[in-house]
Nanobody, 116 residues
Framework: QVQLVESGGGLVQPGGSLRLSCAAS????????MNWYRQAPGKQRELVAG???????NYADSVKGRFTISRDNAKNTVYLQMNSLKPEDTAVYYC??????????WGQGTQVTVSS
């Protein structure tokens, strides 16, 4: 069993930055691909970024060059650095553990709102 807890969401102005964190319980964190998803009101949940156990990363086209996913296996934590934020980035952001398209574990989500 893996429990995931996200933090770092909030309200930010367009062009601003936020860093999301996802802390995982358990000693098997390093064995899982970790992902960030988001879901905006009225839209389907979409994959934002993923990082494998070996450190390979992938990103949605809409966030390439602006977002960076990273992981610290010693701290059982995955991060999402979000720069140059846009209003369309507004969503609830979820951390997940496991391979897409069906990650096994999910966090409760953290709200990110980009607005002036």
């Amino acid at each position: 069993q893996v429990q995931l807890v996200e933090s770092g969401g909030g309200l930010v102005q367009p062009g601003g930055s936020l860093r999301l964190s996802c802390a995982a319980s358990g000693s098997i964190f390093s064995r899982y691909t970790m992902n960030w998803y988001r879901q905006a009101p009225g839209k389907q949940r979409e994959l934002v970024a993923g990082i494998t156990t070996g450190g390979s990363t992938n990103y949605a086209d809409s966030v390439k060059g602006r977002f960076t996913i990273s992981r610290d296996n010693a701290k059982n934590t995955v991060y999402l650095q979000m720069n140059s934020l846009k209003p369309e980035d507004t969503a609830v952001y979820y951390c997940s553990a496991g391979r897409v398209p069906s990650p096994r574990y999910w966090g409760q989500g953290t709200q990110v709102t980009v607005s002036s």
